[in-house]
């Protein structure tokens, strides 16, 4: 063999031996995939029995969206349920709902969290001696629309109740209700992030910044307390068809509060962080691939689609 020949030979080799590590890194990337958004949830590998949890479930945000959703999909199971929300009349409006198709009982809670800490020491009252098994921290706060941190109209007040609503809130229901599940070592909480946490979300630069946090108080909270037998879940959804989203019809990519619930709740116990609906993880994976070949233009996509947002609500306000 001329050294030629050989040259060619080792090249041949180390061709070979890179299309396989190559191969199987994006084998194993499937895989990964396939098993964390479809297998573990079909086998309900480590799924919790909510009905073991507790008899009472409490849900903040409950008057609209995915807090209602999450109220009647445990009302389904048989929970009886604390909506807490801003509204009496809404309030009492669903709790009426609730009670007369699942035959539970309701209990209501009106509480603007928008303010400081007030509503917590009414809040942890009206809930003591209940046998919560699931907390479902769920009320949000957003921007009106995309806006730049120095554009928004009322941003003082505007950011204070973005951070009180979206951080204080996760906070304190979880200094409320954690102590009893402690006590009686078991129960879950899920804490509602946003995928605005995982990606660029520029023109939401404070709200996305508070879902963060809710992202890490939740990783490192369900590490204290795992031990005791109590779930601690962050979901992360995209954009579902909501009041708050303002997209008023579902699709695929954004579905209704009720498609988005039934998906996310089979990942209870299976999935400790996750976006809970599978258009919503590809989403976020799309995204993370293109930052990652150009983090220039991810951002750059973003912003355009952020300030075409931006644009179609303020011509909305002028006519």
Request: net charge positive; aromatic share 10%; charged share 20%.
């Amino acid at each position: 063999m001329t050294g030629e020949t050989e040259a060619v030979y080792v090249l041949d080799r180390i061709g070979i031996l890179c299309t396989v590590i190559v191969g199987f890194w994006i084998l194993k990337f499937f895989i990964r995939v396939i098993y964390n958004n479809f297998l573990s949830v079909a086998l309900r590998i480590n799924a919790v029995n909510l009905k073991e949890t507790g008899k009472w479930a409490v849900v903040t945000g409950a008057t609209d969206g995915i807090g209602k959703a999450y109220a009647e999909a445990l009302a389904k199971k048989k929970f009886n349920v604390v909506l807490i929300s801003r509204t009496q009349a809404r309030l009492d409006d669903v709790a009426g709902g609730i009670s007369e198709k699942y035959k539970v009982e309701t209990k209501t809670i009106a509480a603007d969290f928008t303010n400081r800490t007030d509503i917590y020491y009414n809040i942890d009252k009206q809930l003591n001696g209940l046998d919560i098994g699931v907390l479902v921290n769920n009320v949000g706060m957003s921007y009106p629309f995309p806006e730049y941190f120095l554009d928004l109209k009322n941003k003082d007040e505007t950011y204070e109740n973005i951070i009180r609503v979206n951080i204080f809130s996760v906070t304190n229901m979880c200094k409320i209700v954690l102590p009893g599940m402690t006590e009686r070592k078991r129960g879950v909480i899920i804490n509602i992030s946003s995928s605005a946490a995982q990606i660029p979300s520029p023109l939401l630069t404070v709200y996305a910044a508070t879902k963060s946090y809710v992202e890490k108080f939740t990783e490192d909270l369900s590490t204290e307390y795992s031990r005791l037998g109590i779930t601690i879940q962050c979901l992360l959804p995209g954009y579902v068809a909501t009041n708050m989203s303002k997209i008023k019809k579902s699709t695929w990519m954004a579905p209704s509060p009720a498609k988005y619930v039934d998906e996310a709740i089979a990942t209870i116990g299976v999935r400790g962080h996750t976006n809970g609906y599978f258009p919503h993880t590809l989403l976020v994976g799309v995204v993370h691939f293109l930052d990652s070949i150009s983090p220039r233009l991810s951002r750059w996509l973003i912003v355009r689609t952020m300030t075409n947002i931006r644009g179609r609500a303020i011509r909305k306000q002028i006519h």
